[in-house]
């Protein structure tokens, strides 16, 4: 993928986005287009930075600590939005600026301890499993209120909101259902705890035009604006 390309890319994707916010009466300035980079060479985020994005989403810690130490003379933020290992915390606690993958309170606790040794707040997402495929990860829809009560006890965490994944099927009243599933949820949690909760990260390439319209505030866009990935065999 050139530069140039991924510049148009980024920029044919935001258009989709703001149709999208118009479509639904929203204002273009709530929802964030995060360039999501996993498995990309460091070039490609490189053009993006140059098309004016600062923030990217990378889901393997080893390749979020090789990127972000690559980059350094750009400033970028990283969002962490893969799932993540207890014993890898250390890396997401020290180079993430976001972790949008919050899926057990093990976790939650393990980033916590390492966050409160460096003397840093982490904005999180918590991750919820809105579709019930067993092959996706998160909380059930049901368990959200307890958990956010649980996590609340940890300072090193700042709980901003809920990501998820759709499900991955063509029927859009599966995907719209999964949608506003997060939507009733985010309104429950902002009912018991007086508001917050702002953030609903939801949306990828195959389905971010619902997502807007259904009130997403981040979608996470890897292929659309990168092309396809070739995962490295394990
Ligand atoms: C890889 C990934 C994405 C991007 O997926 P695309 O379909 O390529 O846009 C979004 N969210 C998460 C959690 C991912 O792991």
Redesign the pocket.
């Known amino acids: 993928m050139t530069e140039t390309s991924i510049a148009a890319r980024l920029a044919a994707a935001r258009a989709r986005i703001d149709a999208a916010c118009a479509r639904a009466g929203r204002d273009p300035g709530d929802v964030e287009l995060l360039p999501?980079s996993?498995t990309h060479p460091v070039d490609a985020l490189r053009a993006a930075h140059a098309a004016g994005h600062a923030r990217f989403?990378e889901?393997r810690p080893q390749e979020l600590e090789a990127k972000a130490s690559e980059l350094a003379d750009l400033g970028l933020g990283w969002v962490f939005?893969?799932h993540l290992q207890s014993n890898k915390a250390r890396v997401v606690a020290e180079v993430a600026d976001e972790f949008?993958?919050l899926d057990s309170l093990r976790l939650a606790q393990a980033l916590d301890r390492r966050l409160q040794a460096i003397g840093r707040r982490l904005p999180v997402l918590v991750q919820v499993n809105s579709s019930g495929e067993s092959t996706k990860g998160g909380f059930d829809p049901d368990e959200v209120p307890g958990v956010i009560r649980d996590l609340r006890a940890l300072d090193g965490l700042d709980v901003r909101g809920l990501?998820t994944?759709a499900a991955n099927t063509d029927d859009a009243d599966a995907v719209r259902a999964c949608f506003t599933t997060m939507t009733d949820l985010q309104a429950r949690l902002r009912d018991e705890h007086g508001g917050g909760f702002d953030a609903l990260s939801m949306g990828?390439?195959?389905d971010?035009e619902l997502a807007v319209e259904c009130g997403s505030t981040c979608v996470?866009?890897?292929?659309?604006?990168?092309g396809a990935?070739d995962y490295p065999t394990p």
């Open positions: 999501v996993k989403g889901s939005i893969g949008q993958a990501m994944l990828m390439s195959g971010f996470r866009l890897g292929t659309t604006i990168f990935r």
